[in-house]
Structure formats: structure tokens, C-alpha cells
């Protein structure tokens, strides 16, 4: 597999939307992928095409602007060279800004563009994207066209949903095995008000939502070898045994552990640079 992986930090006006842009680009005629369980991403192909063939689906070819809304479990994919395109990792917040679809009902499947953009948007980046293909314009032109567009909601979210979805960022990023009691702590609400918060903008009540990034971050761990031990083990204890730990990886992530540590795009994808405040406590701490 020959591919070139970049990821693009937003621009600070897009911080809030967008977790990461990133640009991927293979001279392959054929590339076959597993996406990661994780948040809605918005994706722009300038060159090739992108299939999604998901379990018990019939096989749906993404257009020019792909939406896919955010993701509880894996998705396998085909990426049909040569190839050229650029995405957006949503935040939560950002993704009910654009969208509005709560992601305990949307989750996992390909969305048309225009049940989320504006057929303005749509136009708009085609556009670009057609441009970037004949060289009068750059990836980077693209990631900026995608970060006016998104800095932009088209949903008023409510102060204090947006309140308690931080807190819960910050309770995952508080280390790999927080307790629902400190989260609970944390919020000034009723458990029944903070599940039902918790299922629209992560999919699943807060428990699960542990889950999934306990097991991403594990992933992240073992697909970065330039982590330190200490990180390792703090990562290996949060787990009951290793039967779990490779359990709840394949789970997310559709790979082994072993295979975390090969090279591939989704392997690249999970570089904690691009997973938002989830992935604080993984950030600043590569040895060297």
C-alpha cells in the first residue's frame, strides 16, 4: 500500500467544529480500509472514488462531497486510485451545528450532502475540488474553503448543551479509565437528562462513550510507538485483561493490536494530534 497522509490542524476560527483536516492521496489502483469507529466526518474527493461497504449493506459509493455521520462502530471501505481527497473530523458540537441529526439515530451510515450543506456549499466545493484536480488551487486552499464553511453554524446549539458536551470531553480526557461518579460530579444535571445528552451528540449513554474512546485511545497508543512505556501501561491497566484489550480494539477499530502497529491509512488516521480534547493526555508526551 503506497499513500501519503497529512494532517491539517484547523485554523482557530474552526477549532470548535472540527477536530482535524487531513489530506490523503495513493497512486493505487485499489486500496481496501476499515474506519475507525469515531466522529462524523465530512469528506471532498478531488481525484478517485470512495466506497463505503458496511456490514449487511449493500455497497454505497460516496459522491463528490461524502457525508458520513458519525460512526459507533467500524466501517470497511474501498478507496478506488489514483486518488486525491481532503476531510473534516467533526467535533460533537460541530456536527449538530451543521447537521442537527442526532447521532443515536444517523450513526454509521453515508448521508446525502445535501440533507446537511447547502446547495451553495455543495457547489462551492466542487468547485474547489475540480480546481485543486487541474492544479489552480491547493489542499490547503480546500481545508480553508472547508473551515469558513463549517466556522459558520447553521444550527443555534443551547449554551447548556454545549456546556455539559465540554465537560464531557474533559472528563474523557481526564485519563483512560475515568469513573461515571466524577463525571456526575461534574455536571449539574440529572442522570437521566446527562444519558439523554450524551445519546444525541455521542450515540450512546456516557458508559459506552467510555468505552469507545478508552479502546480509540488504546489504539493510539499502539499505532504510535514514539509514546513513552509509562503511557503504555497507564493505557494496558485501564483494561481488565488482554482478552478485553483486544476485544474492545478490534471492536473500534476493526484491527488487532499486532496489526495497529503496520502501515495504513486508518493506522495513520489515528495520530492523537487529530482527535480533539479525548486525546489531550496523549499529546505532549512523545519521548525525544
Known amino acids: 500500500m503506497q499513500f501519503e497522509l497529512e494532517i491539517i490542524a484547523p485554523p482557530p476560527e474552526a477549532a470548535a467544529p472540527v477536530n482535524t483536516f487531513y489530506v490523503i492521496e495513493t497512486q493505487d489502483a485499489r486500496i481496501e480500509e476499515i474506519v475507525p469507529a469515531y466522529s462524523a466526518q465530512l469528506v471532498v474527493m478531488i481525484r478517485g472514488r470512495l466506497i463505503f461497504d458496511r456490514p449487511d449493506d449493500a455497497p454505497v459509493a460516496a459522491g463528490r462531497v ?7 462502530g ?17 467535533t460533537q458540537a ?19 450532502a445535501d440533507t446537511v450543506l447547502s446547495v451553495a456549499d455543495i457547489r462551492k466545493l466542487e468547485a474547489m475540488a475540480a480546481d485543486c484536480a487541474a492544479g489552480r488551487r491547493t489542499v490547503r486552499d480546500l481545508c480553508a474553503e472547508l473551515a469558513a464553511i463549517l466556522s459558520v453554524p447553521r444550527y443555534r446549539l443551547r449554551p447548556e448543551h454545549v456546556a455539559v458536551i465540554e465537560v464531557i470531553m474533559r472528563w474523557l480526557g481526564s485519563g ?7 463525571l456526575h460530579a461534574m455536571v449539574d444535571i440529572s442522570p437521566r437528562q446527562l444519558q439523554r445528552l450524551s445519546r444525541r451528540y ?16 488504546a489504539a ?10 509509562g503511557l503504555r501501561d497507564e493505557m494496558l491497566a485501564s483494561f481488565f485483561d488482554q482478552a478485553h484489550l483486544i476485544h474492545d480494539i478490534r471492536r473500534y ?22 482527535h ?13
Open 202 to 217: 455521542f450515540g450512546v449513554p456516557p458508559a459506552q462513550v467510555l468505552k469507545r474512546f478508552r479502546a480509540i485511545r
Open 253 to 274: 477499530t476493526g484491527r488487532t493490536p499486532t496489526q495497529l502497529r503496520g502501515n495504513s491509512l486508518s493506522t495513520g488516521l489515528l495520530d492523537p494530534n487529530g
Open 74 to 90: 467500524i466501517a470497511p471501505c474501498v478507496l478506488e486510485g489514483p486518488a486525491l481527497l481532503v476531510g473534516a473530523s467533526l
Open 176 to 182: 483512560f479509565d475515568p469513573s461515571l461518579e466524577e
Open 94 to 112: 460541530g456536527w449538530q451545528a451543521i447537521a442537527n441529526l442526532p447521532a443515536d439515530i444517523v450513526h454509521d451510515r453515508l448521508l446525502p
Open 276 to 288: 480533539g480534547d479525548a486525546a489531550s493526555l496523549l499529546r505532549g508526551r512523545r519521548e525525544g
Open 66 to 72: 461524502a457525508i458520513n455521520a458519525p460512526q459507533l
Open 220 to 229: 493510539m497508543v499502539l499505532a504510535n510507538p514514539a509514546l513513552p512505556d
